[in-house]
């Protein structure tokens, strides 16, 4: 005789999975780091990014605003096939032109207001300038997933709703370099310190 069970019991292993999958997308972890470095003014900007997670890609959708003669931010990163839109917030004329293998593209000067996006279909590293000012310079590191970052100032970084596994991670930053291989294991509803130690990318 097969033995059902108990109204409750079902009920309480419901609520139970349904909170995980609410509170933590799916139960995955989070990974919460920071960078360690002799060179503590280029912590911040630093992408910090994970290899190996089999996982669809999720394009997104950000910007990049042409300022004061800068580009805010001046770096950011996004999976493959994402789109950034470049807003001229000046009041003169921009370019955008990047040389880079993995992206390469030209955007007409454009007026004042005005927003230009572009689409990344391949995964590297795109250094981008204006060409009628060409002091300035910006980065988008395109990954093959969602699951990166950029630092901020102080160093510190968080990469949110991790599957659990294992995975190494893999950094870029125009000064520093990673120093050595740093591997994270991600559990379940957990979130994971981490410290990723980098040196002067010359050296």
Same mark, same amino acid.
């Given at each position: 005789?097969?033995?059902?069970?108990?109204?409750?019991?079902?009920?309480?292993?419901? =609520?139970?999975?349904?909170? *995980?999958?609410?509170?933590?997308?799916? *139960?995955? &972890?989070?990974?919460? &780091?920071?960078?360690?470095?002799?060179?503590?003014?280029?912590?911040?900007?630093?992408?910090?990014? =994970?290899?190996?997670?089999?996982?669809?890609?999720?394009?997104?959708?950000?910007?990049?605003?042409?300022?004061? #003669?800068?580009?805010?931010?001046?770096?950011?990163?996004? +999976?493959?096939?994402? @789109?950034?839109?470049? @807003?001229?917030?000046?009041?003169?004329?921009?370019?955008? @032109?990047?040389?880079?293998?993995?992206?390469?593209?030209? =955007?007409?000067?454009?007026?004042?207001?005005?927003?230009?996006?572009?689409?990344?279909?391949?995964?590297?590293?795109?250094?981008?300038?204006?060409?009628?000012?060409?002091?300035?310079?910006?980065?988008?590191?395109?990954?093959?997933?969602?699951?990166?970052?950029? @630092?901020?100032?102080? &160093?510190?970084?968080?990469? +949110?709703?991790?599957?659990?596994?294992?995975?190494?991670?893999?950094?870029?930053?125009?000064? =520093?370099? #990673?120093?050595?291989?740093?591997?994270?294991?991600?559990?379940? &509803?957990?979130?994971? +310190?981490?410290?990723?130690? #980098?040196?002067?990318?010359?050296?």
């Amino acid at each position: 005789m097969v033995k059902s069970t108990p109204w409750f019991i079902k009920t309480v292993l419901f =609520l139970s999975s349904f909170g *995980c999958i609410a509170s933590n997308a799916y *139960c995955n &972890g989070t990974i919460a &780091g920071t960078i360690e470095t002799d060179l503590a003014k280029y912590k911040g900007d630093t992408v910090v990014y =994970l290899e190996g997670v089999n996982e669809q890609v999720t394009p997104q959708h950000k910007s990049i605003d042409q300022l004061n #003669l800068t580009f805010v931010p001046k770096v950011i990163t996004i +999976p493959v096939g994402s @789109t950034v839109d470049f @807003t001229n917030n000046d009041k003169i004329y921009h370019n955008i @032109t990047s040389t880079s293998e993995s992206n390469k593209f030209s =955007l007409d000067t454009y007026d004042p207001g005005v927003t230009r996006p572009v689409t990344f279909n391949k995964p590297g590293v795109v250094h981008f300038l204006c060409k009628v000012h060409p002091e300035m310079s910006g980065w988008v590191v395109v990954t093959e997933n969602q699951y990166a970052a950029v @630092t901020e100032h102080d &160093g510190k970084f968080t990469i +949110p709703n991790v599957p659990v596994g294992t995975y190494q991670i893999e950094t870029w930053n125009e000064k =520093l370099k #990673l120093k050595g291989k740093t591997t994270v294991t991600v559990a379940e &509803g957990k979130t994971v +310190p981490v410290v990723i130690r #980098l040196s002067d990318a010359t050296s």
